[in-house]
C-alpha cells in the first residue's frame, strides 16, 4: 500500500505535466486573452483533475500537499526555463514580427488569426496612424504587442486580443 501522501505528490505531478504538454499544444497565446468560454473552461478542467490529485483523501492535509507540489513543480520549472534555452524554447512560444519596417507579413498575421481591422486597432493605441509608420511589431510570448514607431520608442500594448476572426488580406 503506497502513502497516500506520496500517492497526493505523484497524482498532482502527473496533472501538473500533462497541463502544461497540453497547453503547449493547444496554444498558450490563448491563455492571455480570456474571454468566457476559456474562465469556464478553465474551471472545468480545475474541477475534473482535483480528483485526479487527491483521489478519495478531500482532508485539509491533502489539499495543502497537492497545492505544495504544483508550487514547487511551478518554480522548478521556472528554474528550468531560465537555465537552459532549450528547454523554454519547447515550453514558450516565440516573439513573431508581425510588422518590419513599415510591411506587414500577412503569412504570420494568418498564423496567428489576426484581422487587419486588430492589428490596425493596435497600432492606432499606441499613437500610429499606419503600419508605414511602424518600424517595428511583435507579438510578444504573453500575447501582447509591442510596437516602435519609427521614431524609435517602444510602447507596450495592454490590448489582448479578445476576438478571434480570420484575418482578411486587405491592402489598407
Request: hydrophobic share 45%; no cysteine.
Amino acid at each position: 500500500m503506497i502513502n497516500p501522501y506520496l500517492e497526493i505528490i505523484i497524482r498532482s505531478a502527473a496533472v501538473y505535466f500533462f497541463m502544461v504538454i497540453a497547453i503547449r499544444l493547444f496554444g498558450k497565446k490563448e491563455l492571455s486573452q480570456l474571454n468566457t468560454a476559456d474562465i469556464i473552461l478553465i474551471l472545468l478542467i480545475s474541477n475534473a483533475v482535483q480528483n485526479a490529485m487527491v483521489g478519495s483523501n478531500s482532508s485539509l492535509q491533502g489539499g495543502l500537499v497537492a497545492a505544495l507540489v504544483l508550487f514547487l513543480l511551478n518554480y522548478i520549472l521556472k528554474k528550468l526555463m531560465f537555465k537552459y534555452d532549450g528547454f523554454r524554447n519547447f515550453i514558450q512560444e516565440k516573439p513573431v514580427i508581425l510588422i518590419h519596417d513599415g510591411i506587414i507579413d500577412f503569412k504570420e498575421l494568418t498564423k496567428l488569426e489576426i484581422s487587419s481591422n486588430e492589428l490596425d486597432e493596435v497600432i492606432r493605441e499606441h499613437g500610429i496612424e499606419s503600419y508605414k509608420e511602424v518600424k517595428l511589431a511583435i507579438m510578444e510570448i504573453d500575447g501582447n504587442i509591442s510596437v516602435i514607431s519609427g521614431n524609435k520608442s517602444l510602447r507596450q500594448s495592454n490590448h489582448k486580443r479578445k476576438i478571434h476572426k480570420t484575418f482578411r488580406n486587405s491592402n489598407n
